[in-house]
């Protein structure tokens, strides 16, 4: 968790990236270090722009909240939605996700199966549960942290989590436990990015990182991560 004096004072040379762990290889921390393909991402990016990142690991909920009323935080990858558009400043457009109904047992393909279901899983004031909501849903269950989502599908506590298509689309680790899913077909496809908050101003160093940033996904270089991970294709 930041501290007090973490979220008022910024540090000249050091990024502060706010984040929740995403499930398949994509971020996790392990000793206080992000792993996955956004952190080398990202770490990539800082070692081109010559300055340091720090991850803080936090639900979605509070990172979003946090990065919002700062002038220096960030976090990633958040969905671009009109309702956000005037709440942040958009840095960097990262890569379009695609979101689906991942299931236990069989495959949710559509809107329609899916409002059948008793409980569907979605990460708090997330962009999933802000879609499902305008499709009037009303079996949604709303969870602060990853681990409790993935814990509650892997024990029947959910039916469905609505999330983004895990690229492996055959298991989702939690520490040293798997758990075997499916993932019904593509629902909606987002644009996510850097951001910042709608105050957020840039310093010399923060200019650097976000142009590498830039530069590195224009490259394509988070499709070379993915098979860096075993996550694509």
């Not at 039916?159 to 983004?164: H, L, P, R």
């Not at 988070?222 to 075993?230: R, T, V």
Request: no cysteine; glycine share 8%; hydrophobic share 40%.
């Amino acid at each position: 968790m930041l501290s007090a004096t973490a979220e008022s004072e910024r540090p000249a040379n050091r990024m502060i990236l706010l984040a929740a762990e995403i499930p398949g290889g994509f971020l996790k921390t392990e000793k206080g270090k992000g792993i996955g393909v956004y952190p080398d991402l990202f770490y990539e990016a800082a070692a081109a722009a010559e300055v340091d990142v720090t991850f803080r690991f936090v639900p979605w909920g509070r990172a979003f909240q946090r990065v919002e009323s700062s002038d220096f935080l960030m976090t990633f990858p958040l969905t671009r939605l009109p309702e956000r558009e005037g709440r942040y400043r958009w840095l960097v457009p990262l890569q379009q996700d695609q979101i689906v109904f991942v299931s236990i047992d069989k495959p949710i393909n559509s809107l329609n199966e899916a409002r059948k279901l008793k409980r569907i899983l979605v990460w708090r004031g997330s962009s999933m549960e802000i879609f499902l909501k305008k499709q009037r849903f009303e079996n949604l269950v709303p969870v602060g942290t990853t681990s409790s989502l993935i814990r509650m599908l892997q024990f029947g506590r959910g039916d469905a989590w609505f999330t983004v298509r895990p690229e492996n689309d055959e298991l989702v680790t939690t520490g040293d436990r798997s758990v075997k899913f499916v993932s019904g077909a593509v629902i909606n496809t987002e644009s996510v990015w850097l951001v910042g908050g709608k105050s957020f101003t840039h310093n010399d160093a923060s200019r650097r990182f976000a142009a590498s940033v830039a530069s590195l996904a224009k490259r394509g270089r988070l499709k070379d991560l993915k098979s860096k991970y075993g996550l694509s294709k």
